[in-house]
């Protein structure tokens, strides 16, 4: 394994009469790395730089935290570079450092399924590089801390001043907010006996969630989508021998790869549809008359490079409409699984060894020491028992529901609404910011220098969940507009191309 440190210390001052712009980036997941990354790339001015991130290691977040070698990226490695114009740039930088060739990370096409922590590493070492070739001209540091207010204060020489948990406060002409996905939050009324049981686990991601699960387990696993994926994966390589059930409202798994073609013209001149059931049915011809030839994978994948278009073209209620009834389907095609964690999954469903039942979760309790789960069947459940509610015990309870959805039960998101600096998009879904990421706030109006990049903008683009729609997202911008300028939206100075 390769071992890579970025230093917290703030480096020596730039030998320059120039004031470094301070920029205080609220996040050091994959996110906030790769704006630091494009920004030190982009920019030719002194900067003074603050990543807040609690976490020791920077880039890995919850997507790259992980170690376990059986949780791999989705996609392949070509298409994970971090660089739009040097698309084989990981692929490569996995070969220089010997974590390929690796048969077991390389599927029949070719493509390279690497595992999450080597792509945590590959970001981490790119920032390393990327602080190195800045030299004095950066200041850098990274606050293990967690940001508890922001306010605006230009009256004090700079725009804001970001107050951290610890009690210190940081000035700031930019503040970025990059933070990503939240913890789960409890999909339904959970017994404080049932918290405190030692086979509930209500984070997947936290260190025993797998190994804290007893090898004879009988396990529930809510939620059906990729962390379900690769939860199961780990109990099988954790040598697993109870039974494993795994249950949603809809029962959907994500499905495999097929071709990577994104470059296909979806609207083939045609205006965007105006509603979500049009969007609906043109995708579903594109498909007819396609996947003879290709398969459907095309369809979507071209329906994700230009999803932005279609986004604004539908009214808000509309997106509204799409999020609450098309959601998940869009998911499990949109975001499918490696192969390997695929073919898993897929085998332990027809071999029997995992259950999957159209079921959602009404409570959860202990009862003989065991997990006493309310199942609400549905419709085609495949349940040996007719739809309506049953009780069930387990003895351990994994949550995979994903991320918490309500941006607003963050305590800084929620302060920063409550002072009318921020403001929620017209999905509901996450912050509303501007084609720019610039933060609206209460009136809707521009709130200069404060960005929000990653998930959180998902509602206002379209798509903003991917590693790799988010650093195209970050370069492009970063490329077009200087976000340290202090000039009007009408007067943006250009920043210098990268090389």
């Known amino acids: 394994m390769i071992k890579t440190h970025i230093g917290i210390a703030l480096q ?41 991130e609690p976490a020791a290691e920077l880039a890995r977040g919850i997507a790259y935290g992980t170690d376990a070698p059986e949780h791999r990226i989705n996609v392949p490695s070509d298409r994970m570079s971090l660089f739009g114009s040097h698309a084989t740039h990981a692929t490569e930088w996995f070969f220089e450092q010997g974590i390929l060739p690796d048969a077991p990370s390389t599927d029949a096409r070719g493509h390279h399924y690497v595992s999450r922590a080597s792509y945590g590493l590959y970001v981490q070492d790119i920032l390393r590089q990327t602080l190195a070739a800045a030299g004095a001209r950066v200041q850098w540091r990274h606050l293990r801390d967690q940001v508890a207010s922001i306010a605006a204060t230009p009256e004090q020489g700079s725009r804001y001043q970001v107050r951290l948990a610890g009690g210190e406060w940081l000035p700031a002409d930019i ?98 549809p105006q509603t979500a059931r049009a969007l609906l049915r ?31 073209a539908l009214p808000p209620e509309q997106r509204r409409r799409a999020v609450r009834r098309l959601l998940p389907f869009w998911e499990v095609h949109r975001f499918r699984a490696a192969p390997q964690v695929h073919g898993a999954v897929a085998a332990a469903r027809d071999g029997g060894r995992l259950a999957v039942i159209k079921a959602g979760i009404g409570g959860i309790e202990v009862a003989q020491q065991r997990l006493l789960c309310t199942l609400q069947l549905r419709e085609g ?33 929620s302060s920063l609404l409550d002072a009318g600096l921020v403001r929620l998009d017209e999905v509901g879904i996450g912050l509303d910011v501007d084609a720019r990421s610039r933060v609206l706030n209460a009136q809707g109006e521009v709130v200069e220098g404060l960005f929000a990049y990653g998930p959180m903008t998902r509602g206002t683009f ?19 507009h200087d976000p340290l300028s202090r000039t009007s939206s009408q007067d943006v100075r250009e920043v210098l191309a990268c090389e």
């Open 381 to 413: 459940s495949g349940a040996p028992v007719q739809q309506g509610e049953r009780k069930q015990a387990f003895d351990a309870v994994i949550l995979c529901t994903g991320p918490e959805k309500n941006i607003a039960r963050n305590p800084l998101i």
């Open 12 to 52: 020596t001052d730039p030998q320059t009469n120039s004031a470094p712009a301070r920029i205080v980036i609220v996040g050091g997941g994959f996110t906030g790395v790769a704006y630091a990354i494009h920004l030190l790339r982009l920019s030719t001015q002194p900067l003074a730089i603050s990543i807040v």
């Open 462 to 480: 379209g798509e903003m969940t991917g590693a790799p729609n988010i650093t195209v997202h970050i370069e492009q911008l970063l490329r077009r």
């Open 175 to 272: 503040v970025v907010l990059a933070f990503g996905h939240a913890t789960p939050a409890l999909p339904c009324p959970v017994s404080s006996a049932a918290l405190a049981h030692p086979g509930f686990f209500p984070n997947p991601w936290q260190p025993n969630a797998v190994s804290g699960v007893d090898a004879d387990a009988d396990v529930l696993l809510v939620g059906t989508g990729l962390t379900m994926a690769d939860v199961f994966v780990s109990l099988l390589r954790g040598g697993h021998r109870g039974g494993i059930t795994a249950i949603s409202r809809r029962g959907l798994l994500s499905h495999a790869h097929g071709q990577f073609i994104d470059n296909i013209d979806f609207l083939e001149g045609q205006a965007a």
């Open 282 to 312: 043109l995708i579903r011809r594109r498909v007819q008359r396609d996947a003879p030839a290709m398969g459907w994978h095309p369809v979507l994948d071209s329906v994700r490079s230009q999803l932005h278009k279609l986004w604004q």
